[in-house]
């Protein structure tokens, strides 16, 4: 199994930039897709950044040009830099991993989530 715990949220003004971490535990990681969701509150949760264990990286329409997804292998951490942040950005920010060789469809594991707000 797989322990994501996500770090870096916070308060920020509009404009401003954030990095969200999440270090994760369990074997197979790097074969593992990792990324990003979000949900704002009245809103579908969403998925933010997608990168595979290949590297492979994906994003959300209003987060591409703005929002880096990238990995440490060595460790077993995810980043989400965030820049250029305004407030449609605040949401619940939620790690989350894919099983091992899956790269499609919800993700399988979930951190505990970590609050980004963004003031006008």
């Known amino acids: 199994q797989v322990q994501l715990v996500e770090s870096g949220g916070g308060l920020v003004q509009a404009g401003g930039s954030l990095r969200l971490s999440c270090a994760a535990s369990?074997?197979?990681?790097?074969?593992?897709?990792m990324g990003w969701y979000r949900q704002a509150q009245g809103k579908q949760r969403e998925l933010v950044a997608q990168i595979t264990g290949g590297g492979t990286t994906n994003y959300a329409d209003s987060a591409k040009g703005r929002f880096t997804i990238s990995r440490d292998n060595a460790k077993n951490t995810v980043y989400l830099q965030m820049n250029s942040l305004n407030p449609e950005d605040s949401a619940v920010y939620y790690c989350?991993?894919?099983?091992?060789?899956?790269?499609?469809?919800?993700?399988?594991?979930w951190g505990q989530g970590t609050q980004v707000t963004v003031s006008s």
């Open positions: 989350a991993a894919w099983p091992r060789f899956v790269v499609t469809g919800t993700a399988a594991y």
């Open positions: 369990g074997r197979g990681d790097r074969s593992r897709a």
